[in-house]
């Protein structure tokens, strides 16, 4: 399966198992089991989504949005519970105004979710772990 690297954003082909105990980015070393939610912005975004055999989750937020501040620790925690099994991904939309407009975000947070490069599911408002992770579980 392919997945984009959360460090230098480059593909690699991953064999497809049920749980991993190492995995690192053929370009730049760096682990491919780094949860750590990646940035996107309008360079990177379709990229990303196009080559990601695993579902990306992005969250729409904005850094004065105080329900966004609020569910960012909860959709960092859920993403400890899907290495390689789920990307996820934020946008600022205060930076991203373009990406915001695309998708047609009208309140923040938004989460959509992409599968094989389409949107497969779209959520407003903040959510808790439990069910960012449940969210999370039906993509797999």
Not at 42 to 52: G, K, L, P, Q, W
Not at 87 to 102: F, I, P, S
Not at 115 to 132: Q, T, Y
Request: proline share 6%; charged share 25%.
């Amino acid at each position: 399966m392919r997945v984009v690297c959360p460090h230098c954003k480059s593909v690699n082909n991953v064999p497809q198992k049920d749980s991993y105990t190492k995995a690192n980015c053929g370009k730049c070393k760096e682990s491919l089991l780094d949860t750590k939610p990646i940035e996107l912005t309008t360079v990177n975004f379709d990229e990303v989504i196009v080559n990601s055999d695993i579902a990306v989750i992005v969250d729409f937020w904005a850094p004065w949005c105080g329900p966004c501040k609020m569910m960012a620790p909860n959709f960092e925690k859920s993403a400890k519970n899907f290495p390689l099994k789920v990307l996820y991904a934020k946008v600022n939309t205060e930076n991203e105004q373009n990406l915001g407009a695309r998708f047609g975000i009208r309140s923040i947070p938004t989460i959509i979710v992409f599968k094989n490069a389409k949107e497969v599911h779209r959520v407003s408002g903040a959510l808790d772990e439990s069910a960012i992770n449940k969210l999370s579980a039906q993509f797999i």
